[in-house]
């Protein structure tokens, strides 16, 4: 059964680092092909794609953001962790980790529940 | 990067109607088009993946059909529990950008 889990603080200051940590089981990121992204949402708003690492250790990111977001995974303990720096209330909202396979042709077929991120002084 | 768009950007149904949204991306993204539907409060759900694969568990009413950079996702016959914000999302090259969604409410 997989699952995905994030957890971080639901309050940030204006300036300050976001720390995000995506918990999961049931797959393992050392397997090929098997990758793991962040999504976020802002309130009444679209999706917006983060980032994304892979089991190879790849990185990759949002244009518009790639100077403000690190990602990283240990694979021993089954999570991802996504930091966002210079935080801004135009960041607030929901942020979802999920997964993405290469035999599902790398779509997004589990997803965890969401973090409310609240940002404001 | 790749642009994903979608129309319409909400439409008005009844249930039994049949329902078509359709996405486009600014270059060939051969079939690596996912489709998500999302309701308020929830993660989205992927019912579609590789423009016409349909997940498991997903029911038949939906299907997707496209290649290259067109797409479209079809709902034959809107259930109640269908009406729901649906979005589409391209997984051929990072940043695997999404559409800005499409909102099927009630007539």
């Known amino acids: 059964q997989v699952t995905l889990s994030e957890s971080g603080p639901t309050l940030v200051k204006p300036t300050q680092t976001l720390t995000l940590t995506c918990t999961f089981s049931g797959f393992s990121l050392n397997t090929g092909g098997m990758c793991v992204t962040w999504i976020r949402q802002a309130p009444g708003k679209a999706l917006e794609w983060l980032a994304l690492?892979?089991?190879?250790?790849?990185?990759f990111f949002s244009t518009s953001l790639k100077t403000r977001l690190t990602i990283s995974k240990d694979a021993s303990k089954n999570q991802v962790v996504l930091t966002m720096t210079d935080m801004d209330p135009v960041d607030t909202g929901t942020y979802f980790c999920?997964?993405?396979?290469?035999?599902?042709?790398?779509?997004?077929?589990?997803w965890g529940q969401g973090t409310l991120v609240t940002v404001s002084s | 990067d790749i642009q994903m768009t979608q129309s319409p950007s909400s439409l008005s149904a009844s249930v039994g109607d049949r329902v078509t949204i359709t996405c486009r991306s600014s270059q060939s993204i051969s079939v690596y088009l996912n489709w998500y539907q999302q309701k308020p409060g929830k993660a989205p759900n992927l019912l579609i993946y590789?423009?016409?694969r349909l997940q498991s568990g997903v029911p038949s009413r939906f299907s997707g059909s496209g290649s290259g950079t067109d797409f479209t996702l079809t709902i034959s016959s809107l259930q109640p529990e269908d009406f729901a914000t649906y979005y589409c999302q391209q997984s051929y090259r990072s940043p695997r950008s999404f559409g800005p969604g499409t909102k099927v409410d009630m007539k």
């Open positions: 590789a423009a016409s």
């Open positions: 999920a997964r993405a396979y290469a035999t599902n042709w790398y779509s997004l077929d589990y």
């Open positions: 690492i892979d089991w190879d250790d790849n990185k």
